[in-house]
């Protein structure tokens, strides 16, 4: 493998870090329907706005989500919606292992 490949590989394993916490799953999975403010998201996760924040910088800085300033209220959306298919696809993957290993302790 060539050292471009081995970079696009380490730009996508960053991006996959920015998502990587659960607190950040769930901010984005609560933004697939739209923009919504930190205070929304924050009361929605159950945690504190600045450590919602917090979270949403490291997301913004790898380009998961955006944010747009209205007053003194900001907001976030998804900044590229395929991420939200992506999470999807995470889930239906659990729920494939789930049921695989369902099987195996029901004998089949």
Do not use: W
């Not at 920015?18 to 901010?27: C, D, M, Q, S, Y």
């Not at 395929?82 to 049921?99: S, T, Y």
């Amino acid at each position: 493998m060539d050292e471009a490949q081995m970079d696009l590989y380490r730009l996508k394993a960053d991006l996959l870090k920015a998502a990587g916490h659960p607190i950040r799953l769930a901010v984005i999975d609560f933004l697939r329907d739209g923009e919504e403010c930190v205070c929304r998201i924050a009361e929605h996760v159950g945690a504190e706005r600045s450590n919602v924040s917090r979270h949403l910088a490291v997301m913004t800085k790898a380009g998961l989500v955006a944010g747009r300033k209205d007053g003194t209220m900001v907001y976030y959306r998804v900044r590229i919606p395929c991420v939200i298919d992506c999470l999807d696809c995470i889930e239906q993957c659990l729920r494939e292992r789930v049921e695989a290993e369902a099987a195996l302790l029901n004998g089949g």
